[in-house]
């Protein structure tokens, strides 16, 4: 059972010494600016966020304070994918210039701990939309499309950030952005796949052949989504967005690339039931943008051109990228590395993705 915040009682497969991470808290966690020893006296309570399916997410309760754990899961291969160093440094080097993500608190490199690294993050308050709005949450027409533009200013924001001004130009590897995603995830769907999906050899090819250049360099978020959005605890509209969370895939690359990714999870109401049974936000609703309109609408607030048939790459490779996600996953609970059954269907997403790529690339006439 979980409760509205998405919080449930801790897996068995992802339980943790918790006393041990709240002596070292104690210790390291003072070291944060406004925060006082005395919030991390005792052992907290825990609970586990139930959104996430790569990374873990706890929420520590604490008398004075409740703040937040990342670790990566137990039996994870791809390291990029779980580089909690990297996802700490990332986020607080980005907080002075983009608001919108949590305080860090600490780093723990000590795999003895817990046996991993983690880290701890301050807990933002607020409302995140999963599949269907909370009990008592009003989006009517009007708010869902105010809703979905403050996503998508945010997302521009996040956009115009300076990665140099915000020391984080390292992290990438320049030019060629594009070019080294359809590589770099071609590659990981072939490491990932099991004997019970497609080989995907169709979509990879027409996407090395049809890639475009680079439009731009900037930092992008790589799975901003309505689920990864906190929203101030506000009554009245306009709605606005609290904070950004899941930061695990950020990095410097190419918008266009970043929005693609973001429309492979927004599914709206004249899509297929089986797309439909995919959806985890409320992007259905009346009033909610379609994928077309917000694709005009994020250009148009960028200046970036882009005509239907060049859109057609960007989406295309935003469903294969998740079609890998859902197999890079599906493969843990396959080798038996998770006992999460809701893992236990994701080959079907898979094969369903393989076929949606196909019918775009078809029914566009590119490449």
Not at 185 to 196: D, G
Request: aromatic share 10%.
């Amino acid at each position: 059972m979980t409760d509205p915040a998405g919080l449930r009682p801790v897996r068995t497969e992802d339980a943790f010494d918790l006393a041990a991470v709240a002596r070292w808290l104690r210790h390291h966690g003072a070291e944060q600016e406004g925060f006082d020893p005395a919030d991390f006296d005792g052992v907290p309570e825990v609970r586990q966020f139930s959104g996430g399916a790569s990374n873990l997410t706890y929420l520590l309760s604490y008398p004075q304070r409740q703040v937040v754990l990342r670790r990566p899961p137990a039996g994870s291969k791809a390291r990029s994918a779980h580089d909690m160093h990297r996802e700490f440094y990332l986020q607080r080097q980005l907080k002075p210039l983009f608001g919108y993500v949590p305080a860090m608190i600490a780093f723990c490199a000590d795999r003895s701990v817990l046996g991993s690294e983690f880290y701890v993050m301050e807990r933002l308050n607020g409302t995140i939309l999963r599949a269907d709005p909370p009990a008592g949450f009003e989006l009517g027409p009007d708010r869902a499309r105010a809703l979905c533009m403050e996503l998508l200013d945010r997302l521009v924001e996040l956009h115009s950030v300076d990665p140099d001004a915000a020391g984080l130009s390292g992290i990438g590897k320049g030019a060629g952005y594009v070019g080294r995603q359809v590589v770099g995830w071609s590659q990981r769907y072939v490491r990932a796949r099991t004997e019970n999906v497609g080989g995907f050899e169709t979509v990879m090819a027409w996407l090395a052949v049809n890639q475009p250049a680079d439009v731009r360099s900037c930092v992008i978020h790589n799975d901003f989504r309505l689920d990864n959005v906190v929203l101030a605890q506000e009554a009245v509209a306009p709605l606005r967005v609290a904070g950004v969370l899941d930061w695990e895939m950020a990095t410097i690359g190419d918008p266009l690339m970043d929005l693609g990714g973001a429309l492979a999870y927004w599914v709206q109401a004249d899509d297929d039931a089986v797309f439909r049974s995919f959806r985890r936000q409320p992007t259905q609703l009346p009033g909610m943008l379609t994928r077309a309109e917000v694709v005009n609408y994020y250009t148009s607030r960028t200046g970036l051109a882009l005509s239907p048939a060049g859109w057609t790459f960007y989406e295309v490779f935003g469903l294969f990228r998740l079609a890998v996600i859902a197999q890079q996953i599906y493969f843990r609970y396959f080798h038996r590395q998770s006992a999460n059954e809701a893992f236990s269907k994701l080959h079907l997403a898979v094969r369903y993705l393989e076929e949606r790529c196909g019918l775009l690339i078809g029914s566009h006439g590119v490449g």
